[in-house]
């Protein structure tokens, strides 16, 4: 009976296979742990009993990976009938089996699902999976059997049931993108998002709360264009191995935002480390990986968080290791931070001590920012008499026309200090093969003022 085993956002399909006797009492399998082993032989057993199976006394076998969890219920009892001779291996042989079966004999949804329905798919093999699981299979194109219960399956191994092999059409709906033309009065920031998604900037965005800092980093995932079909799948591999993906993204995928509180540990941030016990699973970063990580309120997250971040955000990925395995998982994350320009908020007049302002903006290292751009607090009056400025559409039509322009550009030199970098981008929006002082001027006025 194949099923899959995962390594970071990879599938690999396996066999399982057991005996089973009526002798020798005992559950015999090579699980991660022995916690997962007594719960799957559990649920295994009254899921046998409710549906009218006798479950044996003894089962035992081996694999090449270690049975994890409960993904590889379904796939176990299978293998259980199979070895009783009470189904047949060969309406299987195609397929690959996932699923948790409930103690009443019901499959529920397991994560890494659409994981799995690749590796289904790239081996030419069907996938049977719990019904909930079934539209976020059918996105990986292999063919999908979704399934209620084990007493469907099982009918299905004798030859009396009729499999409904129809992965379903899923409906595009494109949600509506939160737009730029939103935010009045911050033109010279939303130029910095501009030059920043051309660019591939980190952006540190300063200035009073209410200023709009949010605002303008949950528009910019938009300014990113659509994803690539590579960035798509690997952003619907990351939420499936993470269990997140929801009816949203399997209808829409769009870039992701993510914007973890400060009080996040370093583990929440870049993942857990893969165990005997457990998979590895991806943490912030990676969630955000082909969209945006903001981090609001940067010097008030854990120094040594922030410091972990630095290496995988210029890396693109993040390795998670421990003394049994290694794991890699994608992180091309534009990185948004946020802070105040001064620890008292600046709501009102500031008098903070320069030592107590320096200390605030220096508790963190700040080399990951090339974009510095301060917000200003916009009052109401300016708000209803200012014109409504750039939207999303024109900055992307800016972005692209740059994108172009780039392409017909011989290979540059990497420039080496952010005023160098951010000029050249803003040389590129405005299609200049030089760069000018009057990119140089407005760099300046985009990186760090301190
Ligand atoms: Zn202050």
């Not at 397929?95 to 409930?102: D, K, T």
């Not at 409904?164 to 935010?183: H, Q």
């Not at 209803?384 to 290979?411: H, M, V, W, Y």
Request: charged content about 20%.
């Amino acid at each position: 009976m194949n099923t899959v085993h995962f390594t970071g956002i990879k599938g690999e399909i396996f066999p399982v296979s057991v005996s089973a006797s009526a002798s020798e009492a005992g559950f015999h399998l090579p699980f991660a742990s022995k916690g997962e082993s007594r719960e799957s032989r559990v649920r295994i057993r009254s899921s046998f009993i409710e549906t009218g199976l006798s479950f044996p006394v003894s089962v035992t076998g081996e694999c090449e990976h270690p049975l994890r969890g409960c993904s590889m219920d379904l796939p176990i009892a299978l293998a259980i009938l199979i070895a009783q001779g009470e189904i047949e291996a060969g309406p299987f042989e195609n397929a690959v089996v996932i699923g948790e079966l409930s103690l009443s004999g019901n499959v529920r949804p397991v994560r890494g699902a659409y994981v799995a329905a690749k590796a289904a798919k790239a081996a030419g093999k069907a996938i049977f999976c719990a019904r909930s699981n079934a539209r976020e299979c059918a996105l990986s194109g292999a063919a999908v059997v979704p399934v209620d219960t084990l007493a469907e399956v099982v009918k299905y191994g004798k030859g009396l049931w009729k499999l409904p092999v129809a992965p379903e059409s899923l409906p595009t709906r494109n949600g509506k993108a939160l737009d730029m033309l939103d935010i009045i009065g911050q033109e010279k920031g939303k130029r910095a998002m501009q030059v920043a998604a051309l660019g591939g900037h980190n952006v540190m965005l300063t200035g009073p709360p209410g200023a709009g800092k949010t605002m303008l980093a949950r528009r910019f995932p938009a300014l990113l264009g659509p994803l690539t079909e590579t960035e798509k799948d690997e952003m619907l591999s990351v939420y499936s191995i993470a269990g997140l993906l929801d009816a949203e993204h399997l209808e829409s995928p769009h870039r992701p935002f993510r914007a973890p509180h400060h009080t996040i540990s370093d583990v929440g941030l870049l993942g857990s480390r893969p165990g005997r016990a457990q998979t590895a699973r991806p943490g912030e970063l990676t969630l955000a990986h082909a969209g945006v990580l903001f981090l609001d309120e940067w010097p008030e997250f854990r120094k040594h968080v922030i410091e972990s971040l630095a290496g995988p955000v210029k890396a693109g990925k993040t390795i998670l290791s421990s003394t049994t395995a290694s794991v890699t998982f994608p992180a091309r994350t534009a990185l948004v931070a946020s802070m105040n320009s001064c620890p008292c908020g600046g709501v009102t007049e500031c008098h903070c001590a320069p030592e107590f302002i320096e200390r605030y903006r220096t508790r963190h290292a700040t080399d990951s920012f090339d974009i510095w751009v301060d917000l200003p607090r916009v009052s109401y009056r300016e708000i209803k008499e200012l014109s409504k400025g750039a939207s999303t559409a024109t900055l992307l039509e800016g972005i692209e026309a740059a994108k172009a322009f780039r392409a017909s550009q011989p290979e540059r030199e990497p420039a080496t200090t952010p005023v160098e970098r951010v000029a050249r981008t803003i040389a590129d929006l405005d299609a200049s093969e030089e760069v000018t002082e009057k990119h140089i001027a407005e760099a300046s006025t985009l990186t760090c003022p301190w």
